[in-house]
């Protein structure tokens, strides 16, 4: 019995490497998202930016889908969400994306080599162009009046989407930390309130009257 434990620990400890060792085959494996909806849509990135999402084109050489981003009516970046999986579109796309930041526009030249690419992005960018200025047209923007304030002048901008207040933004602000730390919280509160009805922040008492006098100016201006 003494001697058949010590083969037994060795087999055993031979055998523990194999078992954690996964032999490779050379595949890969992908893992992949499920597919935005097939129709335009649209949402916030922060700030002014909105992002619009195209159509999910089918072609022979596989799905393509662009996203656009937009800083106001400015094409400002725009993303393959999907696109084939072959050498040729991979070297198309920074061409195509280039090519659309700088036409503001769909209207971009064919790559060479990667027509059906081509095509299908130009396809989807199309959509998404076509979402931006539908919410475009449903929304307004209207900027209130400036506020001078003993801290300085307050200005505050509102994007309505129709009867909702979208966005607010400060064309003009004071130049201190209390007002920095201030406007956050009163755009929070505005998006929420849906109105000037909102607190004051405390530490911040003049910017937030005039914020409140700026922004139901712009609220009683929208048509």
């Known amino acids: 019995m003494k001697r058949v434990i010590p083969v037994l620990v060795l087999t055993v400890a031979g055998l523990v490497p194999v078992w954690r060792y996964a032999p ?3 595949s890969t494996t992908t893992t992949e998202a499920a597919s935005p ?11 002014s930016a909105r992002v619009f999402t195209g ?11 662009v996203e656009v981003t937009y800083d106001g009516d400015k094409i400002t970046a725009v993303k393959l969400l999907q696109q084939p999986n072959h050498p040729q ?17 769909a209207d971009v030249d ?15 960018l199309q959509a998404a162009i076509d979402a931006q200025a539908e919410s475009a047209a449903a929304s ?4 209130g009046p400036t ?3 003993e801290k300085g002048a307050v200005q505050v901008e509102v994007t309505f989407e129709g009867d909702t207040i979208g966005s607010v933004r400060m064309l003009q602000q004071p130049n201190h930390p209390q007002t ?11 998006l929420q309130a849906q109105s000037a009805d909102i607190d004051t922040v405390s530490g911040a008492t003049i910017t937030s009257d005039g914020y409140r006098e700026s922004l139901q100016a712009a609220i009683d201006a929208k048509s």
């Open 110 to 124: 064919t790559v060479s080599g990667a027509t059906i690419t081509s095509d299908g992005y130009r396809e989807s």
């Open 140 to 143: 307004q923007v209207v900027a």
């Open 24 to 26: 490779s085959d050379g």
């Open 37 to 47: 909806a097939s129709t335009p849509s649209a949402s916030s990135s922060g700030g």
């Open 147 to 149: 506020v001078d304030t």
């Open 89 to 105: 579109t991979e070297a198309a796309v920074p061409k195509l994306v280039a090519e659309t930041l700088q036409a503001q526009s």
């Open 180 to 190: 920095k730390a201030a406007v956050p919280k009163l755009v929070a509160e505005t």
């Open 55 to 65: 159509t999910t084109v089918d072609t022979e050489k596989g799905p393509v889908q």
